[in-house]
C-alpha cells in the first residue's frame, strides 16, 4: 500500500490545499463571505459560534473518512487524511500569521479572488487524487460512478450551505456574492480537470478523405485516423475522418480541409485532457517539457 504512495502527490496536496487555505481566510474570512459545502459550514460555525475553522474541520470530517476509507481505498483515504489536516493546518498558520487583505469595499472582486484561489487549490488537490474531505467525497464518488462534472455537484451542495448560511447571518448581498465566489470557483476546478492539454477534434466527411489525410499529416504534421461510416440515405459506405489539434491550429485545419474539398462537411468539437503524441509525448513517445 505504502509502495504506491508518490511523493509528488503528496506535495501538491500541500500546495493546493496552501492556496485552499490562503483564499478562505484572506478573501472569504476578511470579507465576510461564505463558502459552499462542509468548508461552508465551518464559516458558518465561525461566524456565529466563533469555533476555530481549523478544529471543526477536523470534527465535521471524522464520519466521511470513514466512507473514504470503505469506498475510495486505502490511497486515496490516505491522500484525503494529508488534504483535510494540512487544510486545517493552513487555516490556523494563516489566521494566526494572516495579511490584512479587506476587499468589503469592493465584494465583487473579493468574490473573484476566493472563487479564484479556492477554484485552483481544490483544482489542485483533486488533480493529484486528493480531497480535503466534506463534500470533496461526495463529489469525486459521483464523478467517479456517475460521470457528474465534480464542480458540478460541488456546486450544487454549495448552493444549500450558502442558503443555510443567508439564512442565518448573511445578508442578501454577501450571499449574492458568495454564490458568485462559488460559481467561480466550480468553474476553475472544472477547468483544471480537463486537463492543461485542450484542444480540438475535428470529424470530417468528404468524398475526397484520402487526400485531405495525406494534406494534413504532410502539412499539419498531425495523425488522422480513418473510419469506416455509412450514409443513413445512400446507404452507400463512406470513409470517416477524425483528427485531433490544437486549439491555435484549427483554422489552419480547416483550411487544409477546403483547399481539397471546399465541400467536405466538417464538425468541430471541444476535447479535453489529450494524452499522446504530439501533445504531451515527442514522436519518439517521450514526455514533452511544455
Not at 483544471?192 to 494534413?216: F, L, R, V
Not at 455509412?230 to 491550429?249: A, I, R
Not at 471546399?262 to 514522436?283: I, K, N, Q, R, W
Request: aromatic share 12%; proline share 2%; charged share 15%.
Amino acid at each position: 500500500m505504502f509502495s504506491d504512495i508518490r511523493i509528488k502527490n503528496i506535495l501538491f496536496i500541500l500546495i493546493g490545499s496552501g492556496i485552499f487555505g490562503f483564499g478562505l481566510v484572506h478573501f472569504n474570512i476578511q470579507n465576510n463571505l461564505a463558502e459552499g459545502g462542509f468548508t461552508g459550514i465551518t464559516l458558518m460555525l465561525y461566524f456565529l459560534f466563533s469555533i476555530d475553522p481549523s478544529i471543526s474541520n477536523l470534527v465535521l470530517n471524522i464520519p466521511l473518512f470513514i466512507i473514504g476509507w470503505r469506498v475510495l481505498g486505502r490511497l486515496s483515504f490516505i491522500y484525503t487524511i494529508i488534504g483535510t489536516v494540512s487544510l486545517s493546518f493552513y487555516l490556523w498558520f494563516f489566521q494566526k500569521y494572516q495579511i490584512s487583505m479587506p476587499l468589503t469595499d469592493d465584494l465583487t472582486l473579493a468574490a473573484l479572488f476566493a472563487g479564484i484561489s479556492i477554484g485552483i487549490g481544490l483544482g489542485i488537490i483533486f488533480r493529484y487524487g486528493g480531497t480535503t474531505g466534506g463534500v470533496d467525497i461526495i463529489a469525486r464518488l459521483s464523478h467517479r460512478y456517475l460521470g457528474w462534472s465534480m464542480g458540478k455537484t460541488m456546486f450544487l451542495f454549495d448552493l444549500c450551505v450558502i442558503t443555510l448560511s443567508w439564512i442565518t447571518y448573511l445578508s442578501y448581498k454577501e450571499a449574492m456574492y458568495t454564490l458568485v465566489a462559488v460559481f467561480v470557483g466550480a468553474r476553475v476546478i472544472d477547468f483544471m480537470q480537463e486537463g492543461a492539454y485542450a484542444a480540438k477534434g475535428a470529424t470530417i466527411i468528404s468524398k475526397h478523405s484520402e487526400d485531405i489525410s495525406k494534406k494534413i499529416m504532410q502539412e499539419m504534421d498531425r495523425g488522422v485516423t480513418i473510419l469506416k461510416g455509412q450514409g443513413s440515405f445512400t446507404k452507400q459506405d463512406q470513409n470517416v475522418l477524425y483528427c485531433v489539434v490544437g486549439k491555435n491550429e484549427i483554422v489552419r485545419l480547416k483550411n487544409v480541409i477546403t483547399s481539397v474539398d471546399p465541400h467536405a462537411f466538417v464538425a468541430v468539437s471541444d476535447v479535453h485532457d489529450v494524452l499522446g503524441e504530439g501533445f504531451t509525448l515527442d514522436e519518439n513517445k517521450k514526455p514533452l517539457t511544455k
